[in-house]
């Protein structure tokens, strides 16, 4: 049974810094892709990063053009986890940050769209200006 939990959130001032992890388990390796979306009230979740794996040793990752430069999502597959590292964080970062992974890979044109078969419980972040 796949398990995502996530870790990680808080408040904070505009310009600061969190970063967020997911703890994986239950998932073997090979082709996979796991991300980071965020939603809040009264919107549809958004695909923030994703990072997919193809089988082989190399990773590729994707980010929503609002966050580029400032957020770095990461894999450390030894301890299963997957991290979001967000930078320069905005007011309109705020949101419902949820963990999502499948067992097949993602690409440019489809990691954002919300259609994983796993997800967290959520981690709540909150950019104050």
């Known amino acids: 049974q796949v398990q995502l939990v996530e870790s990680g959130g808080g408040s904070v001032q505009a310009g600061g810094s969190l970063i967020l992890s997911c703890a994986a388990s239950?998932?073997?390796?090979?082709?996979?892709?796991m991300a980071w979306f965020r939603q809040v009230p009264g919107k549809e979740r958004e695909g923030v990063a994703a990072i997919s794996s193809f089988g082989t040793s190399r990773n590729y990752a994707f980010y929503a053009d609002s966050v580029k430069g400032r957020f770095t999502i990461s894999q450390d597959n030894a301890n299963n986890t997957l991290s979001l590292q967000m930078n320069s964080l905005k007011p309109e970062d705020t949101g419902m940050y949820y963990c999502?992974?499948?067992?097949?890979?993602?690409?440019?044109?489809?990691?954002?769209?919300?259609?994983?078969?796993?997800w967290g419980q959520g981690t709540q972040v909150t950019v104050s200006s």
């Open positions: 999502a992974a499948k067992s097949v890979t993602c690409y440019g044109y489809d990691w954002y769209q919300p259609s994983f078969s796993d």
């Open positions: 239950g998932y073997s390796s090979g082709r996979y892709c």
